[in-house]
């Protein structure tokens, strides 16, 4: 059998016979092998340190050595595969099964190709066939692969490898500077821009000439709404509206829906540019504060409330105060009638921020934070252009609709 001109052959004529994993119970403290689980499959490298230990009688028979494979058998990430490279020593998990390549099949280019949307095709369509929902070795092994010459083979791998590499590194530059910006902001609701003395307040220490305030001292807080959606007109036009879906980044430039003025008059309310959104009710609230600043004047729905700046603080610093305190907001969320998470607007109104004196001092910390976060989206960018063209790439390479094999291409790094 061929398609786009390469032969396909299944991977157990490719690989030695799948094998399940250990079963054991994971452990913290450095008593035997690390043993990999589910839960520490990821896209990219594996993180060793976060995987925990094992004993194991049998350490021979379940090593993991460079260039094993590892795939999910079931649960949510059923099909997800890791390739295993340079580990410390380590075992695999019983819910995981091993594929080691042959000589002829190099394991980058199956790993890639397990990323590709044909093999995800394939466990979507078999994964129900099994009582648990997922797939077994004798399953794997009937997978039917493309399998071009091994030149080939390593010359599709290491330009996919390339890419991949690069959007790791976004990804590792995302890290950093999140953990830089959580570091300043600390430094800065802590100590000003000055490196003040401190003084300690109900909520911890923040800067000696800084005072706690409450959100209505600072904002008027508005609420929103939903235009009718039988009405087709009220959302054909070109006005942003936010709803909880939107507040995934500290500032926002547009939203996903749109309405008309109409659809503004009859149900919903405008508010200014620079006004901070906060999500009150939803599931969003369940692991972080979606919280944002709009960069120009947006609708909202009614899970949102909307800071308006009284004038005293812009809204970039009202929107970090609020940020750096967020945990003490978290704490005040109640589940509704229904289950879903809620901020009581009086917890809101009454919830405190640590504010400077001075609002030149407010505006400075609020350009710091905002040239970090604007870091954070152009990395943010390039990641998802490197992921769409590894998408791209993936789906030529694999389809043979670019040919690589006859490019002068440094294999070294998948062939080592």
Not at 6 to 18: H, T, Y
Not at 149 to 158: K, M, N, R
Not at 386 to 411: A, G, K, P, W
């Amino acid at each position: 059998m061929t398609t786009a001109g390469w032969p396909k052959r299944s991977l157990g004529e490719l690989c030695e016979k799948p094998q399940y994993g250990f079963t054991a119970s994971a452990t913290t403290e450095p008593i035997g092998p690390r043993l990999l689980r589910i839960t520490d499959l990821r896209d990219g490298s594996l993180d060793w340190d976060r995987v925990p230990y094992c004993l194991c009688d049998d350490q021979e028979k379940f090593k993991l050595a460079s260039g094993d494979l590892v795939v999910a058998r079931i649960g949510a990430t059923t099909g997800k595969t890791s390739l295993v490279i340079d580990p410390q020593e380590a075992v695999f998990a019983s819910y995981l099964i091993r594929l080691r390549t042959k000589a002829g099949l190099n394991p980058f280019f199956l790993y890639f190709y397990m990323q590709s949307s044909e093999y995800w095709n394939w466990i979507a369509a078999n994964k129900d066939n099994n009582l648990k929902g997922g797939v077994n070795a004798t399953q794997l092994a009937n997978i039917e692969i493309p399998f071009p010459e091994i030149l080939e083979q390593e010359s599709i791998a290491a330009v996919l490898r390339t890419v991949h590499r690069a959007i790791e590194n976004e990804g590792k530059l995302i890290a950093a500077i999140h953990e830089l910006k959580r570091s300043v902001m600390h430094r800065l609701f802590t100590r000003g821009l000055h490196d003040e003395p401190q003084k300690q307040t109900e909520f911890g220490p923040i800067p000696q000439s800084w005072v706690l305030r409450p959100i209505l001292e600072l904002c008027e807080i508005w609420s929103g709404g939903t235009p009718r959606k039988s009405v087709i007109e009220f959302w054909l036009g070109d006005i942003p509206w936010a709803s909880g879906k939107d507040l995934k980044t500290p500032y926002l430039d547009d939203t996903i829906d749109h309405i008309s003025a109409e659809g503004v008059a009859a149900g919903s309310r405008v508010a200014p540019k620079h006004s901070v959104l906060l999500l009150v009710r939803g599931m969003g609230l369940a692991k972080d504060l979606p919280v944002a600043v709009i960069n120009r004047p947006m609708a909202f729905n009614q899970d949102i409330k909307a800071l308006v700046s009284r004038g005293l603080y812009p809204g970039q610093f009202l929107r970090s105060a609020i940020y750096a305190g967020k945990q003490r907001l978290l704490n005040k969320i109640v589940p509704s009638a229904h289950g879903t998470m809620t901020l009581n607007l009086n917890d809101v109104q009454t919830f405190e921020v640590a504010c400077p004196a001075s609002s030149d001092e407010a505006e400075e910390i609020a350009n710091i934070l905002f040239t970090l976060d604007r870091k954070i989206l152009v990395h943010q960018s390039k990641r998802a252009t490197y992921q769409e063209l590894f998408r791209t790439l993936l789906h030529e390479l694999m389809t043979c609709q670019i040919r690589v094999n006859d490019l002068d291409i440094d294999t070294s790094e998948v062939t080592g």
